[in-house]
């Protein structure tokens, strides 16, 4: 068998397709350790998460609940204050005008008596 350069490019190219086969094949063997790790972290990851998520939804269920009853108290404040404020306004009408009409009185005596005495004062 005589060395040409052709025989030497066919021991070239076969010698690339065995080192190529030998590489592709050693990545496709860390592809599948990277996907078998892939798998564990995705299936570690459901057993932890729904768990985790069934504890958050009884947990805003239970937040719900607790601003249903704030809702309820608010409204009840708001009735109070509505209530106090109509008994105020009920309480200021029924003692302001009296208390208008006795201040005016007695700023109108106090006024006579002023008149009065100083009237008296006057003719002495």
């Known amino acids: 068998m005589e060395w040409d350069a052709g ?3 066919r021991i ?4 690339f397709f ?10 496709l063997f860390r592809l599948g350790t990277v996907f078998k790790r892939l798998s564990g972290i995705l299936n570690d990851a459901n057993t932890k998460v729904i768990p985790l998520l069934t504890r958050v939804e009884s947990t805003l269920d239970g937040v719900n609940a607790e601003l249903g009853k704030v809702d309820e108290i608010t409204g009840s404040v708001a009735g109070i204050v509505r209530t106090a404020e109509q008994t105020t306004t009920a309480v200021y009408g029924a ?3 009296p208390i208008r009409k006795a201040a005016g009185l007695a700023a109108g005596v106090s006024e006579g008596v002023t008149s009065f005495l100083s009237a008296k004062r006057r003719r002495k």
């Not at 065995?18 to 990545?27: E, H, I, N, P, R």
């Open 18 to 27: 065995v080192l190529f086969g030998v590489g592709t094949a050693f990545a």
């Open 12 to 15: 070239a190219i076969g010698v």
């Open 7 to 9: 025989a030497i490019m």
């Open 95 to 97: 003692a302001a005008k």
